[in-house]
């Protein structure tokens, strides 16, 4: 069945630094990806909509300069948090749906990837 | 604007127990509704979903929900819980431009005792 990627799983890094954060659709094409934020004990937050070839959606107060969204390819988005501070701490998380945008398809999910800022 | 509510963070039952998990959705029109479930260490799994017609959804691994209009609800149920179903599940509701954006309910933290 179709899989999303998502690397790394964890990471941890100092503050100041950047760290980028892939998510793959393995055997399919995502012209759109969505990038989630979960923080603790809350639920999955919509960070910004990625689409290929074009710039990403930000959701209402996501800092764009902060949190950095490439869509370079049908199955390749990134997001880079740049100069990560410690309340940049959570876990994030993509997803693609499998055929579109529409809501009748198909959403996968990548395992998410714990970020720790110290 | 559409919002997801779950009222339950924490519930524990005894594996064998039947397991209801609670959802409100806020929507203007007739909703498209999720269940996922979020195992430790992974990511998002779908359950089930419903848009439209019979309104009790059956899912995988065992589950089904009710969508009830008048209560505004989309409740989880499974009749004997695995230890295996222990993990956190989450209701969501597609966003109104019907893009597969979805906004998700806080979670219920499920424990299964044995």
């Known amino acids: 069945g179709a899989v999303v990627s998502q690397h790394p799983s964890r990471v941890i890094c100092k503050s100041g630094t950047s760290v980028k954060i892939e998510c793959r659709s393995l055997?399919?094409?995502?012209?759109?990806m969505f990038w989630y934020r979960q923080f603790p004990k809350q639920s999955l937050m919509l960070m910004a909509t990625s689409n290929e070839g074009s710039k990403a959606t930000y959701e209402q107060g996501v800092e764009k300069d902060k949190f950095l969204i490439n869509h370079a390819s049908l199955t390749l988005s990134t997001l880079t948090v740049t100069s990560a501070h410690p309340e940049d701490s959570s876990f994030y998380i993509c997803s693609a749906p499998q055929a579109g945008s529409s809501y009748n398809s198909p959403l996968h999910f990548g395992n998410g990837t714990r970020l720790t800022v110290t | 604007a559409q919002s997801v509510t779950q009222p339950d963070i924490h519930i524990t039952v005894s594996e064998g127990a039947s397991l209801e998990l609670r959802c409100n959705y806020s929507y203007g029109a007739t909703p498209y509704l999720f269940w996922y479930v979020q195992s430790p260490g992974q990511g998002l799994q779908l359950l089930l979903k419903y848009f439209s017609g019979d309104t009790l959804v059956q899912g995988i691994k065992g589950f089904e929900a009710e969508f009830k209009r008048s209560q505004s609800s989309f409740n989880l149920r499974k009749p004997s819980v695995h230890w295996s179903d222990a993990a956190e599940y989450f209701c969501a509701v597609v966003a109104l431009t019907g893009a597969n954006n979805l906004f998700f309910g806080t979670g219920t933290r499920l424990t299964v005792i044995p």
């Open positions: 055997d399919f094409q995502a012209t759109t």
